[in-house]
């Protein structure tokens, strides 16, 4: 079955730097554009980025253009997030999305999360 674990979420101070993966498995990895949502606490969902079935064209939130990057390495059937500068705002669960409606793919599968915490 499909599966997606997310990793490397924690506490990273202000202006700080933190690199989130999602693993995939269940699934032909590299046929699949991915996504990446959050959920801030008390607040909906909120699209993060995306990315086609290759690192190319890459697509990102205005909130965090210029400050996250995404890839991904299809080898390792691995998604990442790098976040850099990061802000309160930031805080919130990160969850990797199988498919990019941004493209018109159904976001179909969704991982478990994984929260990243940024304190005042």
């Known amino acids: 079955q499909v599966n997606l674990v997310e990793s490397g979420g924690g506490l990273v101070q202000p202006g700080g730097s933190l690199k989130l993966s999602c693993t995939a498995s269940?699934?032909?990895?590299?046929?699949?554009?991915m996504s990446w949502v959050r959920q801030g606490r008390g607040k909906g969902l909120e699209w993060v980025s995306a990315?086609?079935?290759?690192?190319?064209?890459?697509r990102y939130s205005d909130a965090v253009k210029g400050r996250f990057s995404i890839s991904r390495d299809n080898t390792k059937n691995t998604l990442y997030l790098e976040m850099t500068g990061v802000i309160l705002e930031d805080t919130a669960i990160y969850y990797c999305?199988?498919?990019?409606?941004?493209?018109?793919?159904?976001?179909?599968?969704w991982g478990q999360g994984t929260q990243v915490t940024v304190p005042s």
């Open positions: 269940g699934f032909t990895f590299s046929e699949y554009a």
């Open positions: 990315l086609h079935t290759t690192n190319g064209g890459p």
């Open positions: 999305v199988r498919g990019a409606s941004i493209w018109g793919s159904a976001e179909d599968f």
